[in-house]
């Protein structure tokens, strides 16, 4: 004879779920609870009870020769699956998990992604039927804002009703195969009752399958670990960002931090919870809000609460209230809690703020006692060794062999993403000599769970990081992102890596169709090649390659570029800047042809059909490389197209350009010769033709300048206070008035 099967369907992060199966626990006393959740964790589940504060998440991962990929199954206070877990434990009961592993999951990097995706019709008639956004509000309005009395029939209806009319697909067939089997042995097992706890979604097809299931006792066996494949599983702190679906979480119940608060306080104090978080965040962040407004906006939400037919204001109830009271202008876009995702851009800061005050800024905490990766520990170890924890400001010299192992360290931990870790300055690129380097380090919460899940990469920092860098490379197919990859792993003292990196740069390099970011890829390798002897690339004769055919290239696509008086490109200038860089240090040692570059300069220089901005980089071109160039003689009168064209010279050859008092003498009479109307007409471009000289540079210039004018204060004409656009615009008004005054013979009046 079987023992008695309690199959709870729930809504995953639902407090009212969760108090049901708090309900069902103390109600039947099971002998055994079973929890929809990773299958290979049960016999860990002790790990779960040592004492954590809650949200926490077992971490899953999965790694062989294609590919990583990870999944999480988290909980918090609320969590049905926790309470299960937990009182379930107390009550005596054998816990266990009986879902597949989820290494066996093929798409789903949450274990608990709701199966919404796959009942939107019927959800969809529900929404209309109780005019409702989504299914959140929905929801709300069904379960959490309703009293307790009842709620197992409602589930049980809500979920007959949308499972009714689903298509499973073949992944939730399999799990629901293999967790009725599970819950038929220990139900054939017949020691006392069981409590089967899974989502909603899923609750139907398991009692169908009950109803034929076998009545073998033993426990179903663990599915075979694929050959040459190695999966793991941690626990790892989690937090209510995370878990927030308008911060991109699919599962469960948005807002985590006002369900928190209506898990133990209730929905009267959730409510007024709510507009205390929001209106303090408010505050703080230096917005008006009076003591008019929240009465208001409590008012608004009781209100909207009797017309919902809610007991007490709900979450969208008091949200609504809340913009109603505290937003007088017009909102660009939908409310974000009347549709599920992320916060979308540019959304009123007001509702930011409320997003925020609902999310909640818990961080979840694991007990001491937690086992971890052995990485989380060599990390620590290897940080406080090298004199890099606690929070501090670093300051490196890579030429000492000691600093140029922290730089690499922290290196990797940056290109992990690990949280608190953060480069200030240093060199930039490849493209920068310099053997000074500035890190900000800060102690973060978050950085156990980042290094825990950096493990699943790999069991070294120098493994895990690389592993991180081949998927980021695999993943990018533009020459420019593959040579910032290899700069990386330079950086990270991935030798290995950045061999394979360069390899794949150079078959970039040979079909770049773009100069953009061909002209990257070149100022990488050039500067690898060139000076890079701390991070070991030197004279690489495989780098050496990179350049030589990049400067090639280069010049071919840049001859070829049309296209009349279009505004300056930058990404271009600087690729012919690297051009320049590539002939003049590294012609020589890698046999790049001068003449080349000169003659395709000078035809750019030359060719009205091509952009101002490269015929200013094609003059500057051969400048920077020794070509004797009377610049002042070249400068286009048009202003339409003068700052394009400086754009272009000033990039490839600011250094000539600052050395030539003639060329001043002539920007100076062109720029003061324009009408106010010309001036604000070039002044964007201009700007931006100035921006290629770094801030010492353009000082040396204004000096140049108010010299030739009688001298003066160079930096005051640096540090306007008034914004140059506006003035500008001022004089270009007061011009136009006064030739309609002229035009009307007012003018001397």
């Known amino acids: 004879m079987a023992a008695p099967v309690h199959v709870v369907g729930v809504r995953h992060h639902s407090p009212a779920c969760a108090r049901l199966v708090r309900e069902t626990i103390a109600a039947h006393r099971p002998a055994h609870v079973l929890i929809e959740g990773p299958a290979d964790f049960s016999g860990r589940i002790g790990e779960l009870l040592l004492g954590h504060t809650p949200p926490v998440a077992i971490f899953g991962y999965v790694r062989d020769a294609a590919r990583t990929r990870l999944s999480w199954a988290p909980f918090c206070d609320y969590s049905p699956e926790w309470i299960a877990l937990t009182d379930g434990h107390a009550a005596g009961a054998e816990v266990r998990f009986i879902d597949l592993p989820g290494w066996r999951a093929t798409e789903t990097e949450n274990v608990y992604a709701d199966a919404e995706r796959r009942y939107a019709e019927a959800s969809e008639r529900l929404c209309a039927a109780f005019a409702v956004d989504n299914t959140d509000v929905l929801w709300d309005h069904l379960v959490e804002a309703h009293p307790h009395e009842g709620l197992a029939e409602r589930l049980t209806t809500y979920f007959d009703l949308v499972r009714g009319e689903a298509d499973a697909g073949a992944e939730d067939t399999a799990r629901e195969e293999y967790m009725a089997r599970w819950i038929a042995a220990a139900a054939a097992r017949d020691d006392g009752p069981v409590v089967a706890v899974v989502g909603g979604f899923h609750r139907p097809a398991l009692l169908a399958r009950l109803a034929t299931a076998d009545t073998d006792p033993a426990w179903p066996a663990l599915p075979d670990v694929p050959a040459d494949t190695e999966v793991g599983s941690y626990l790892v702190p989690y937090s209510n960002r995370r878990l927030d679906a308008f911060t991109g979480y699919a599962s469960g119940m948005p807002s985590p931090g006002y369900y928190q608060r209506l898990w133990e306080s209730g929905p009267k104090d959730a409510a007024t919870g709510l507009v205390a978080d929001v209106v303090t965040r408010l505050r703080q962040r230096r917005q008006t809000v009076s003591t008019a407004d929240l009465i208001s906006a409590t008012a608004l939400a009781e209100g909207l609460a009797a017309l919902r037919g809610h007991p007490h204001p709900a979450r969208t ?16 876009q939908p409310l974000p809690w009347s549709a599920r995702g992320p916060l979308a851009a540019g959304a009123h800061p007001v509702v ?53 192992r922290r730089s690499r360290v922290l290196h990797r931990l940056r290109v992990l993403g690990i949280p608190g870790v953060e480069r200030k300055s240093g060199p930039s690129a490849g493209r920068d000599a310099t053997a000074a380097e500035r890190w900000q380090l800060t102690t973060s919460d978050r950085r156990e769970a980042a290094l825990i899940e950096a493990a699943a990469r790999g069991g070294t920092l120098a493994d895990a990081a690389a592993t991180t860098l081949v998927g980021l490379a695999d993943g990018r197919n533009e020459v420019g992102a593959l040579a910032a990859l290899l700069y990386d792993a330079a950086l990270c003292g991935l030798a290995d890596l950045a061999g394979d990196l360069t390899t794949r740069v150079a078959a970039g390099v040979r079909s770049a169709r773009e100069l953009a970011p061909l002209g990257a890829a070149l100022r990488v390798a050039l500067g690898l090649w060139r000076h890079d002897r701390l991070l070991g690339t030197a004279g690489s004769p495989l780098l050496g390659t990179v350049v030589t055919t990049a400067t090639t290239r280069a010049l071919w696509l ?192």
């Open 352 to 404: 930011v703020e409320m997003v925020a005050a609902l999310t909640g800024d818990r961080t979840g905490r694991l007990h001491p006692d937690t086992p971890a990766p052995p990485l989380v520990g060599a990390v620590a170890a290897e940080l406080a060794a090298l004199g890099l924890d606690g929070d501090r400001d670093v300051r490196l010299d890579l030429a000492d062999a000691g600093d140029l």
């Open 558 to 749: 840049a001859e070829g570029i049309r296209g009349g008086d279009t505004p300056a490109e930058p990404a271009r200038l600087r690729a012919l800047a690297a051009v320049r860089d590539a002939v003049r240090d590294g012609g020589a040692a890698l046999d790049l042809d001068r003449e080349l570059a000169v003659g395709v300069g000078g035809r750019l220089f030359a060719n009205q059909d091509v952009p101002p901005d490269l015929r200013g980089a094609g003059l500057g071109l051969c400048w920077a490389l020794g070509e004797p160039v009377t610049a002042a003689d070249a400068v286009p009168r048009s202003p339409s197209v003068l700052g394009d064209w400086l754009a272009g010279l000033f990039a490839v050859a600011r250094e000539e350009v600052l050395d030539d008092d003639g060329l001043t003498a002539v920007l100076d009479e062109l720029v003061s010769a324009l009408t106010a109307h010309d001036f604000l007409a070039a002044l964007p471009a201009l700007r931006q033709a100035f921006e290629f000289f770094p801030p010492a540079e353009r000082e040396r210039f204004a000096t140049a300048l108010v010299t030739r004018r009688g001298g003066g204060s160079a930096r005051a004409l640096l540090r306007v206070r008034a914004d140059p656009v506006l003035v500008a615009s001022g004089a270009a008004i007061e011009e136009a008035i006064d030739e309609m005054l002229t035009r009307a013979g007012l003018a001397d009046l």
């Open 317 to 332: 109830d008091v949200l609504d209230g809340l913009v109603s009271a505290l937003v007088s202008d017009a909102l660009e």
